[in-house]
């Protein structure tokens, strides 16, 4: 599945005096999981519009294994896509959501049954989708995804709404996707959901890519070369490492972050200062802490934190 | 095909909403039913309509000064003046021959006019301009011929017409007439009186012997719109002549002359409350997608914009016009025995007409749905458009129907705006040589049916190419 490869390429969008998306370039390639990550007003719906041709940009291209989306046939067999799972007719049955999207590609009644297997709907298909539970139509916009067995998959947002259960099974089935050398791009505003499945991450602000690299490779930046030490003497502790040329951080009560120091030369100078410690870890950074690290500046709408006296 | 599978996407998309099919059966269910409300009206009628010897309702009333002639003969007689109390232009008198006295029977006339000049008319339909300024007038019979001419001075003759009135009995009545139809004034007319005053007749051939009798004819057929107030009719000799007073008319019966008469297109009142219904589930066709931002996945699915545009005003059509269809072919024909049965005159129309009706009334509901889901497309609000294709359809609709709108704002609503589509539904025929009150209240359109019709379709294609080119150059 070559012609897989989800591509964008110097996006350029402005609505009125909002800049949108300010230069976006990054692929989505076959055989891996992509998370398109970054707070909300990013960029990443915008972007998904243009690759589906629904938003013009106003620079730039956007490619669904090579082709733009609008030149397709039956585009839905390229690129599945779930943008808006709310966006459904509601007296409008699941199933007949499926059917016209199946009649539009030039897809038989057999299709729509399996997808609809396939996501866990069978029960609810005949059903008017008005009455569907946001996790209900997250599935049913899964299934409008899968319809035209597509080489490429995009999801915008699929965790929302969803119970647990729903979270885990979305998990393991986006990797299985994957594993079939399918194109797979999620987006999401909280790393968290990505974690354990994401291979790639793109990270998104204020419309441009801010890091596009391996989920293992992002961690190792994010984590640095900090080592944490557990004291009951934190005090005399850090006084000892300052006095030695560390930075050193505060991280709990008896726990501290401790930065310019290998861990040899902690367990040195402690000593010499007869300081007790119980524990010495390097640190390794969460995905959502490499995320925090990343989108700190680019974070557009922050709620105003305000200190409250103890 | 990408194409028939966009069709079928849309079609099952429209099928697959209850209301939406559900509104469209309503609207075919209210042309079927509507007709309903307007039973129970006046079904008792003093006298029967006359009708014509071509079989249509007719006005047979007239002021008549006869003698009898056997066989061949002729007439001559100098019209000096010709005035009626409120200036009716087809105020009429001149020369008459009948076939006989029962309401409708056949005559060939010559006239001079209120102010259509001299005119030869015979059997109610046909009707020949002479001179305009002549003012004297000759009827010839030979056999079932009859001969008509004026002259300015009575002694130069122009021929007019001559006319056939098949079956002619050897002795007929002939003789001076004065006429006069009611004035339209609005949307109503005032019964008029017109007062004539012949020199003395100049005859040839076997006329019976005595003197010359004169009465109002057709004074009890329920087109007879009377005298106008203190001018009765009458008839008077002079020394050198006849003044003769007279009303009623010699001409085809219009809504105007027969009041409870019905016309087979009053059968389509349920155009209107369907057409509401149609608009409203036409125009949610597309806004629904819009405010529930299905718009995205119609258009991802179907990247060419204008195929899927047109891919749903087809299914629209297609579904509107065979519902709309389906219920004038079965109303009409159901309704007319129906309102036949209890006494109800009804304007008669050929089957040509009523298909016309039928048919063209199905098209109406299928444009102004496309219309609709264009206005819908621009608009993309469905309060919004459902405001702006009532007030542009619906609106001129209802206002064109009410009987008191002053005619020339009928017409022109009837002739601009989408409406005049419903010209589809005249079955009744205008005269030109009988003056009325043509409104669409009446079943009179300005405009020809299909030019009706293509007003309609100008506003419809003006629309769709709007939504067409703004759908493709928005983002969805």
Redesign the interface.
């Known amino acids: 599945m070559s012609d897989a490869t989800i591509e964008v390429a110097g996006l350029r969008k402005r609505y009125g005096s909002t800049t949108a998306l300010d230069g976006m370039t990054f692929a989505a390639v076959p055989g891996r999981v992509t998370g398109f990550i970054g707070p909300n007003g990013a960029g990443k719906s915008t972007t998904m519009?243009i690759i589906?041709?629904?938003?013009?940009a106003d620079a730039g291209q956007a490619r669904v294994g090579g082709r733009p989306?609008?030149?397709?046939?039956?585009?839905?067999r390229s690129l599945g896509?779930l943008?808006?799972a709310?966006?459904?007719?509601?007296?409008?049955?699941g199933r007949?959501?499926l059917?016209?999207?199946a009649?539009?590609?030039?897809l038989g009644r057999r299709r729509v049954d399996e997808v609809i297997e396939q996501v866990g709907l069978t029960a609810a298909g005949r059903r008017a989708a008005g009455g569907y539970s946001l996790g209900m139509r997250q599935r049913l916009g899964i299934a409008?995804a899968l319809l035209g067995d597509p080489p490429a998959i995009m999801l915008d947002e699929p965790f929302n709404g969803m119970d647990p259960e729903g979270i885990v099974w979305l998990r393991g089935f986006l990797r299985a996707l994957a594993g079939q050398q399918r194109a797979v791009l999620v987006s999401s505003h909280l790393m968290s959901e990505l974690q354990g499945m994401a291979d790639h991450v793109v990270v998104v602000g204020r419309g441009r890519v801010i890091a596009d690299s391996s989920v293992a490779d992002l961690i190792a930046a994010a984590s640095g070369d900090r080592v944490l030490v557990r004291t009951g003497a934190s005090r005399e502790a850090a006084a000892a490492l300052v006095a030695a040329g560390a930075e050193v951080t505060r991280a709990d009560q008896d726990l501290l972050g401790v930065r310019g120091m290998a861990a040899e030369r902690i367990v040195a100078v402690l000593a010499a200062g007869r300081v007790p410690f119980s524990e010495l870890a390097p640190h390794r950074a969460t995905l959502e802490e490499a995320y925090l690290d990343l989108t700190g500046e680019a974070v557009e709408y922050r709620a105003t934190t305000t200190e409250v006296a103890p | 095909m990408t194409w028939l599978r966009l069709l079928r996407a849309e079609w099952t998309k429209f099928l697959s909403v209850r209301g939406w099919a559900g509104g469209v059966a309503v609207a075919a269910l209210l042309i079927l039913l509507f007709p309903v409300v307007g039973l129970g009206g006046s079904r008792d009628q003093a006298s029967p309509v006359p009708i014509g010897p071509d079989g249509e309702p007719v006005s047979d009333s007239y002021y008549f000064v006869s003698r009898s002639l056997s066989g061949d003969g002729q007439i001559t007689v100098a019209v000096n003046g010709l005035a009626s109390t409120l200036g009716t232009p087809w105020a009429k008198a001149g020369l008459i021959i009948t076939a006989g006295s029962e309401p409708g029977a056949r005559y060939a006339a010559v006239m001079v006019t209120g102010g259509h000049g001299v005119r030869m008319q015979h059997d109610y339909l046909h009707d020949r301009a002479g001179s305009a300024s002549a003012r004297w007038l000759r009827l010839t019979r030979g056999g079932d011929t009859i001969t008509g001419e004026s002259s300015v001075d009575g002694r130069a003759w122009s021929r007019i017409d001559t006319v056939r009135l098949p079956g002619l009995a050897t002795t007929v009545r002939a003789g001076l007439f004065v006429a006069c139809p009611a004035r339209v004034q609005g949307v109503g007319t005032a019964a008029d009186t017109a007062t004539a005053e012949f020199g003395t007749p100049r005859l040839a051939g076997a006329w019976s012997p005595g003197e010359w009798a004169g009465a109002q004819v057709g004074a009890h057929t329920p087109g007879f719109a009377g005298y106008a107030p203190g001018s009765p009719g009458s008839f008077t000799a002079s020394g050198s002549g006849f003044t003769v007073a007279g009303a009623g008319d010699l001409a085809p019966a219009t809504r105007g002359d027969v009041p409870v008469g019905a016309a087979a297109g009053d059968l389509l009142l349920g155009t209107f409350p369907a057409l509401i219904v149609v608009v409203v589930v036409a125009t949610l066709t597309i806004t629904t997608e819009y405010r529930y931002g299905l718009i995205g996945g119609t258009l991802s699915a179907g990247p060419s914009r204008g195929r899927v545009l047109a891919a749903k005003a087809t299914v629209l059509a297609g579904v509107t016009f065979a519902a709309g269809l389906v219920a004038t072919v079965v109303a009409i024909p159901l309704w007319l025995r129906l309102i036949r049965g209890l006494g109800i005159f009804v304007f008669p129309a050929p089957p040509g007409v009523l298909l016309r009706a039928e048919v063209g009334t199905a098209a109406v509901l299928a444009v102004v749905a496309v219309f609709a889901l264009a206005v819908g497309t621009v608009v993309r609000r469905s309060a919004t458009a459902v405001t702006t294709v009532v007030v542009t359809t619906v609106l001129p609709y209802l206002l064109a129907l009410v009987p008191f709108l002053p005619p020339p704002m009928a017409q022109w609503l009837t002739r601009f705006t989408p409406v005049a589509g419903l010209a589809v539904q005249q079955t009744v025929i205008r005269y030109p040589q009988v003056d009325t009150v043509y409104t669409p209240a009446n079943g009179y359109y300005p405009l020809p049916p299909w030019a009706g019709l293509a007003v309609l379709c100008g506003y419809t294609v003006l629309a769709l190419g709007l939504a067409s080119v703004l759908l493709r150059r928005r983002d969805a």
């Open positions: 519009r589906l041709g629904l938003h013009t989306y609008r030149s397709l046939r039956y585009p839905l896509a943008l808006d709310s966006a459904l007719h509601p007296a409008r049955s007949n959501h059917l016209w999207l009649q539009s590609q030039g409008a």
